[in-house]
């Protein structure tokens, strides 16, 4: 009796644990679009969401359609438009999103979601910044600008990558903090796909940053154009770093 007693206090305790560590410490949903340039990183992208939901212990959707993103974001802390923008979206659709923002929660922005065939000036202003061109896939050197912030704790002060360098135009600089800076001396800037060079951003290019916005987080990177970066810890970490960030205004809230 009595080792059936300690066997049952063993398993109630075991069990109890076990409830405990399964709770999520928030919830992320992901919002990919097909298109021309960067189909074959969807693939990838989402088996490194899941496997990085596991790791941090966060619950994660992903969906493709416009109309489940309506329907499903309210009940998420985060929302991630990973090479996706507001094309696709109706007007109510983007409301929801203007309420998921304005209720304290957190924006993730990756990518070409700075590069919009319609202009949206919220949207614009949530990203931080638009997409105007990039030269040729290049290696280029970053520099980390806030090694405290949590996208960039883990990279060195100077970071080596290879990308797709874009340059901006609207880019809200008195509103956006920058996390990394590519180096134009580093790169071709001016080496498009054509014969017309292209003129870069000079000194200044920022290519990660945040913002505080209408009551909520917007973080914002434009690497990630390759299907291999999503097999690189190193960006994986940086992704989680940014979407941990968007998600304390949401928990904050509870």
């Known amino acids: 009796m009595k080792t059936r007693f300690l066997q049952l ?3 109630i305790i ?12 928030f919830k992320v949903l992901l919002f990919t679009v097909q298109d021309t340039w960067h189909y074959e990183c969807i693939p990838k992208a989402v088996d490194a969401f899941h496997k ?4 941090h212990q966060f619950k994660f959707d992903w969906t493709q359609s416009a109309e489940d ?7 998420y802390d985060v929302v991630v438009f990973l090479n996706a923008n507001t094309d696709n979206l109706s007007n109510e659709q983007l409301n929801v999103l203007k309420a998921h923002v304005h209720n304290g929660k957190g924006f993730v922005g990756v990518h070409s979601t700075s590069d919009s065939d319609v202009r949206n000036p919220w949207f614009d202003n949530l990203v931080g910044g638009v997409f105007k061109d990039h030269p040729k896939f290049q290696s280029a050197v970053l520099t980390n600008h806030d090694s405290n912030f949590p996208s960039n704790m883990h990279l060195p002060e100077k970071w080596l990558w290879s990308e797709e360098w874009y340059n ?11 996390l990394l800076s590519v180096d134009e001396n580093t790169y071709d800037y001016q080496k498009g796909y ?13 290519i990660a940053w945040y ?28 992704l989680y770093g940014g979407i941990y960030w968007a998600a304390q205004g949401a928990l904050k809230q509870k």
């Open 168 to 178: 901006f135009k609207l880019l809200k600089s008195d509103k956006i903090t920058v």
């Open 14 to 25: 075991l069990t109890s644990h076990q409830m405990t560590y399964a709770q999520d410490q």
């Open 69 to 75: 993103l309506a329907k499903k974001l309210p009940s």
């Open 9 to 11: 206090t063993c398993f």
């Open 194 to 206: 054509d014969e017309i060079p292209l003129e870069g951003m000079g000194d200044h290019h920022p």
């Open 211 to 238: 913002q505080l916005f209408e009551g909520g987080r917007s973080f914002y990177t434009t690497l990630g154009h390759k299907p291999e970066a999503f097999q690189k810890q190193n960006y994986i970490d940086h």
């Open 52 to 55: 990085m939901s596991v790791e």
